[in-house]
């Protein structure tokens, strides 16, 4: 009989970025100008993971977030999902923007069932999945409206519902509860949580605020003044479902919050003195 330790199974990486650069460039009265947006940034999500992302103005947090959703195009390095090289847009990846992107002269229901429909999907699946999902986000009796009969709220779980609606694996979450108030920014967190819970993808949410990154987050990914870097990546080793006791009054959250906000407190002051 062997006596060997079994060797331990390796986590499985859904989503990679391997030494990503990212330069802009414009011309300007007759004068070439370019930015280096990110500069050798590489960070891993694990399978149905929640990786939050956060840095200082700057840092290249969206621009990352448009290059793994094929919205932009890297000048080197690469982007891999399932092992294999990303090459453009793919049903595998959803966005979920801070302005909600929804077409306003369509119903919420049409806008659900959008991405569905341009990928062919026969209708009655389409407008079942749609309204499946709209019912997970409890909209269901709104589903005939139009988006400015919403609030900024219900319009966010309406961009919610349509990403969750095309199945994609990995979630990419744009700062999408930036624009809305501070008591239902709360409760979208806490749904977002559930939603994760029940759905269990890989997401990717970029954010500037501390408590929220801490609060969603299996790891918090903190960039480094632009051009962006991985600075740090820490566990937020609290217990799950966090929605159902008071997160925030533990010592673990106050103590992973520390830790990042040290690290971004000289970037952000520097930021200050040089009026960014």
């Known amino acids: 009989m062997s ?19 990212k330069v802009f460039r414009w011309k300007s009265r007759g004068v070439d100008h370019e930015v280096e947006a990110i500069n050798g940034l590489s960070v891993s999500a694990r399978e149905n993971e929640f ?7 700057g840092c290249g947090k969206t621009t990352l977030l448009r290059i793994l959703g094929s919205l932009e195009q890297a000048d080197g ?6 092992g294999k090289q990303v090459e453009g847009p793919g049903q595998d990846r959803a966005i979920v923007f801070q302005h909600f992107g929804l077409f306003p002269w369509k119903t919420v229901i049409e806008n659900v069932k959008f991405p569905l429909t341009v990928r ?22 709104v589903h005939d409206s139009h988006p400015h009969q919403l609030s900024g709220g219900m319009q966010q779980r309406v961009g919610l519902a349509r990403a969750l609606a095309t199945d994609a694996d990995v979630l990419l979450m744009d700062e999408p509860f930036g624009a809305i108030d501070a008591q239902t920014r709360e ?15 890989t997401v990717v949410f970029v954010t ?7 609060l969603l987050a299996d790891r918090v990914v903190v960039l480094s003044r632009g051009p962006g870097r991985v600075r740090d990546i820490l566990d937020v ?5 966090r929605w159902e006791y008071d997160v ?13 906000w040290q690290m971004l407190r000289s970037d952000v002051e520097a930021d200050a003195q040089s009026g960014v």
């Open 187 to 201: 409760l979208m967190q806490e749904q977002l949580l559930q939603l994760w819970t029940n759905q269990k993808k």
């Open 3 to 21: 006596t060997e330790t079994p060797a331990p199974t390796a986590t499985r990486m859904k989503l990679e970025v391997r030494d990503l650069r």
């Open 248 to 260: 925030r009054a533990e010592d673990r959250f106050a103590h992973v919050r520390h830790q990042i």
């Open 120 to 141: 062919k999907v026969p209708d009655s699946e389409a407008t079942a999945r749609a309204e499946h999902f709209l019912a997970m986000v409890g909209l269901s009796r």
């Open 237 to 241: 080793d609290l217990p799950r479902p």
């Open 208 to 214: 500037h605020d501390l408590d929220e990154a801490v």
């Open 51 to 57: 990786l939050a992302v956060i840095g200082p103005s």
């Open 77 to 82: 390095g690469e982007v891999l999902i399932d």
